[in-house]
Antibody, heavy 123, light 106 residues
């Protein structure tokens, strides 16, 4: 079965960086884009960007360009998100999610999600 | 950017009730809309896509309607497991979510 398993919670000081992983299984990793979404405490969902594991191509939400970096390692079916220069308002749960594909067409909504990685930024 | 506005923010209802949540887009998105259910401490779970298509395994008491800028999610007869937060998401132009509707027990 399809699974996305993320790395554990992180506590960082302001100005630090963090890298969160999303290990996938149960499907062909290079056939589906991986997206990243965050959710601040008690807040809604915000889309950060996607990566195509087959080509390494990425796209980022405008407000996060230059701050978020998405990468992937096809040898271990894992996607990563790098967050730089963390601020307290980056405290959130970060999710990876797989795009939905059917009949050879893919759409940017999400049928499988990781369990979420809390990132806490505090001095 | 397309803004998604859900109403109400909180909805109190009882088991067996029929409830409807509305999602409005700031500009037309065709029928490129999905609905998710999220329970505390869990990732969102896809319920509906393309405004009205039920994801496999989702109970038939859930239904979605709408196109353009106005969409609804209806639960025909609330079950105890349905008390959760619901989000809409547009995927017409970039990708944005509504702020959520918390469905709580009356």
């Amino acid at each position: 079965q399809v699974q996305l398993v993320q790395s554990g919670a992180e506590v960082k000081k302001p100005g630090a960086s963090v890298k969160v992983s999303c290990r996938t299984s149960g499907y062909t990793f290079t056939d589906f884009y991986i997206h990243w979404v965050r959710q601040a405490p008690g807040q809604g969902l915000v889309w950060l960007g996607w990566i195509d594991p087959k080509t390494g191509h990425t796209d980022y939400a405008l407000q996060f360009q230059g701050w978020v970096t998405l990468t992937s390692d096809t040898s271990i079916n894992t996607a990563y998100i790098d967050l730089n220069r963390l601020r307290s308002d980056d405290t959130a749960v970060y999710y990876c999610a797989r795009e939905y594909c059917s009949g050879g067409n893919c759409y940017y909504f999400f049928d499988y999600w990781g369990q979420g990685t809390p990132v806490i930024v505090s001095s | 950017d397309i803004q998604m506005t859900q109403s109400p923010s909180t909805l109190s209802a009882s088991v067996g009730d029929r409830v409807t949540i509305t999602c409005r887009a700031s500009q037309t998105i065709g029928n490129w809309l999905a609905w998710y259910q999220q329970k505390p401490g869990k990732a969102p779970n896809l319920l509906i896509y393309k405004a009205s298509y039920l994801e496999t395994g989702v109970p038939s008491r859930f239904s979605g309607r709408g196109s353009g800028t106005e969409f609804t999610l209806t639960i025909s007869s609330l079950q105890p497991d349905d008390f959760a937060t619901y989000f809409c998401q547009q995927y017409n132009t970039t990708y944005s979510f509504g702020q959520g509707t918390k469905l709580e027990i009356k």
